[in-house]
């Protein structure tokens, strides 16, 4: 968000965007946008987009706040924080995701320990030992939907600078039983995020914001309403939820489930759902 248009307001404790920049974000829905940067992190199976990030680390945080982000993968909130000049914590199982992050640090010229930390282990441990933070960006696994489908790796189109929707193999994050991914039932998914989501919360600080990425999904073939389930988990531990933004995906191939017999839905959204941990 570089452009200036509109008056900033001195009384502004959340960011550093003037009045006619926040009111655009507080819309519902927000088009993913893709950039250069984005195609470096097509090793991983699930990245976010650099400028969605963006997007609301620019809402939730003034410059200089620390982001944290639990399922760090690629490093996308890393280098989204750099670019808006936030600092960032992130933590993920796999050496080789953050091998694959580092070098995308290394690229933007990001310094360890000094624009970033990337922390490699299990969330459910090492978010005891972290600092607090001031806003907290995150994307699970989709349950074990990865290795259920067994559709997780993609043809690399990464040269041409975007990538194929098509999938060629299996690929899954890791075999730790730790990892959100390979939970056996969707119940035990919910808990173990919570259990991430619980620490979240106890590092964040007061008044400060919380947003999780995540579409719906279907389980033993049957669509799920995952949000409600977050929704859900996030208000028993002690956030307060303030509203989904839909992150529409217009581009994703469309395909054809139930056709010509019945209904199946095409997710081609992900939502960005919310919460805040009220100041007592
Ligand atoms: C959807 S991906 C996140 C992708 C990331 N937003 C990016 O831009 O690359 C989820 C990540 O969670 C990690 N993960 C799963 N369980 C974990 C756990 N218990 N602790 C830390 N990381 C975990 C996986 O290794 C995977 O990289």
């Known amino acids: 968000m570089t452009e200036s248009k509109g008056k900033y307001d001195s009384r502004n404790k959340l960011n ?35 400028k969605d990030v963006e997007k609301m680390i620019s809402l939730f945080t003034k410059e200089g706040m620390v982001i944290l982000d639990p399922f760090m993968g690629s490093g996308t909130t890393s280098i989204a924080a750099y670019n808006l000049k936030r600092l960032s ?24 320990n000094k624009d970033y930390k990337y922390i490699v282990g299990d969330s459910t441990e090492k978010l005891r030992n972290i600092e607090s933070v001031d806003f907290v960006i995150t994307s699970p696994p989709y349950h074990n939907i990865l290795k259920n489908n067994a559709k997780g790796l993609r043809k690399d189109s990464s040269a041409k600078g975007f990538r194929s929707g098509s999938r060629i193999g299996v690929e899954y994050y890791s075999d ?28 964040l600080r007061n008044d400060k914001y919380c947003s999780i990425i995540i579409s719906d999904f279907t389980v033993d073939k049957k669509e799920i309403c995952v949000q409600a389930d977050i929704v859900k988990l996030m208000t028993e531990i002690g956030f307060e939820f303030v509203g989904t933004i839909a992150l529409l995906q217009d581009n994703k191939p469309l395909y054809p489930f139930g056709y010509p017999y019945s209904f199946k839905i095409n997710h081609m959204h992900q939502n960005i759902i919310n919460f805040r941990k009220a100041g007592v």
């Open 176 to 203: 730790n039983k730790n990892d959100l991914g390979n939970q056996d039932t969707y119940e035990d998914f919910l808990k173990l995020l919570k259990k991430v989501m619980k620490h979240c919360f106890n590092r």
């Open 89 to 112: 914590i992130g933590i993920d199982l796999s050496n080789e995701y953050k091998k694959l992050a580092t070098e995308r640090f290394a690229k933007k010229g990001m310094q360890e």
């Open 16 to 50: 550093n965007l003037t009045g006619t920049e926040w009111l655009k974000l507080t819309k519902s829905f927000l088009f993913s946008e893709k950039c250069a940067d984005d195609k470096d992190a097509f090793k991983h199976p699930a990245p976010f987009l650099i």
